[in-house]
């Protein structure tokens, strides 16, 4: 016959229960930092495009955006800085890109996708290179649809931010 459990009756051995009650959990006591958003200090960076090739300037620009360069990175916060980009018309592409590379969109309807080459797309509209090159660096949920707000692009040498007093970033 099969007793039915019973709680007043211990099932474990009593030095094991005295054992498991008297030692404490190793992370008990112990708690991380966590940095506020608003207590880091934004700043303003200026980066100059001129002959930079576009991956690795934006590695870079992304990188600034969500404040991996600062050790109080934290990977759910928007700890990083504004960037300011100018002279993205002098921006290069490696190899034969500018002819070979198309960046492709789509109206949402049956037959809807377009492609516009990377030649065209300098000649048109120099920011969205750089734009398209950043946003596919950032991680995609909504903290990114806030970083890349952070970026401005500049086809030219003038920017109309100079009241931010930004710094000239390496």
């Not at 050790?71 to 034969?96: C, M, R, W, Y």
């Not at 920011?127 to 909504?142: D, F, H, Q, T, Y």
């Not at 890349?148 to 500049?154: A, D, E, M, N, S």
Request: with cysteine; aromatic share 6%.
């Amino acid at each position: 016959m099969v007793e039915k459990w019973n709680p007043q009756i211990p099932c474990f051995p009593l030095t094991f229960q005295l054992s498991m009650t008297s030692r404490k959990h190793p992370m008990a006591t112990k708690s991380t930092p966590m940095n506020l958003e608003k207590a880091t200090k934004k700043e303003w960076l200026l980066v100059d495009c001129t002959d930079q090739p576009v991956g690795r300037l934006a590695t870079r620009i992304a990188d600034i955006l969500r404040g991996k360069h600062r050790p109080s990175f934290t990977p759910h916060q928007d700890t990083g800085d504004f960037v300011i980009a100018i002279n993205v018309e002098k921006i290069t592409l490696t190899g034969d890109k500018w002819r070979q590379k198309i960046y492709w969109s789509h109206s949402g309807y049956p037959g809807g996708i377009k492609g516009i080459s990377a030649k065209e797309m300098r000649a048109k509209h120099p920011e969205r290179i750089l734009r398209k090159a950043v946003a596919g660096m950032l991680p995609k949920n909504r903290l990114s649809d806030l970083l890349i707000t952070k970026l401005k692009i500049y086809a030219g040498q003038e920017h109309p931010h100079q009241a931010q007093q930004p710094i000239a970033a390496v």
